[in-house]
């Protein structure tokens, strides 16, 4: 079987898996206190998650209070980790079938949800060869338990008719399945801090609203340079959320000071 081999270890985040372990270990200690620990017996409310894709030293301070989130709660059977193409390669909606291949070793497909697809969401390795906004995900969730399986879809076409496409697909092919959809998304990029608190702020508060087309408009409207709206709104769509809450907001600068930021946000969905 066919295997994705890492696009941006070395770039993104380390390249071995002692290293990534470390940077990732760290990251928890530093900004939560605490190393996330699997609760078998988790309540399982969470149906869906926001979470930035930027290199681990900027977006992992905000990235690992939705990865604790996703512990406590326990993980479910799969994941469906939807991300924003980046590259334009590819198919406008694409999962694939083959595994990827991380530092920390391999994250299996789930087979059975992904045969299911194949309408608007069909099968395009191409479209994630070279893409990041999945792949970085990958360890964190290999950090927190070495079963965890997922579907990967990458969205090129990210209007909201296209997005309510895709979370029909996903619900009918995760029907009887217990899933959390992971929408992965950073918020404005390369503007000034205070520009990107007000803009994200606005987008935000959508999403917290559980208003999917609030989100697109928002987005269209101000032109707000966020480029995983799509993944957010088929997050929502699909889910079927009856709460959202912000874990946790910050940006780049965060991490160093720069003239112009991008910005991130941690956010979960449950039933």
């Known amino acids: 079987m066919a295997m994705r081999s890492p696009a941006v270890a070395g770039k993104f985040y ?17 900004h939560l206190g605490r190393r996330p620990v699997l609760d078998p017996n988790g309540p399982r409310s969470i149906a869906g998650v926001v979470v930035p ?34 590259t334009g390669m590819g198919s406008p909606v694409a999962m694939t079938t083959e595994d990827f291949e991380t530092p920390l070793g391999r994250v299996r497909v789930d087979r059975e949800i992904a045969g299911r697809m194949g309408r608007l969401i069909v099968d395009d390795p191409l479209a994630h060869r070279y893409e990041h906004s999945i792949e970085v995900q990958l360890p964190f969730l290999q950090y927190i338990s070495d079963r965890a399986t997922f579907v990967p879809i990458a969205m090129a076409a990210q209007d909201f008719e296209t997005a309510g496409e895709v979370a029909e697909e996903i619900r009918n092919a995760c029907r009887g399945r217990d899933v959390v959809v992971v929408a992965s998304t950073d918020f404005s990029h390369y503007v000034p801090a205070a520009v990107a608190k007000k803009e994200d702020s606005a987008v935000i508060e959508r999403i917290l609203a559980l208003d999917a087309e609030g989100v697109y408009d928002t987005v269209v409207r101000r032109n707000i340079s966020m480029c995983g709206y799509g993944p957010v709104m088929a997050m929502l769509l699909a889910c079927g959320g009856k709460r959202a ?26 039933r």
């Open 245 to 270: 809450e912000l874990l946790k907001y910050g940006t780049s600068g965060d991490v160093a000071p720069m003239d112009e930021v991008v910005g991130y946000a941690a956010i979960k969905v449950t």
């Open 53 to 86: 894709h930027a290199g681990y030293v900027y977006s992992g301070p905000v990235a690992v209070h939705a990865y604790d989130a996703l512990a406590r709660d326990g993980f479910p059977e799969t994941f469906i980790v939807i991300g924003p193409n980046h």
């Open 14 to 30: 380390p390249r071995t898996e002692s290293r990534v372990r470390e940077e990732i270990g760290q990251l928890f200690d530093l």
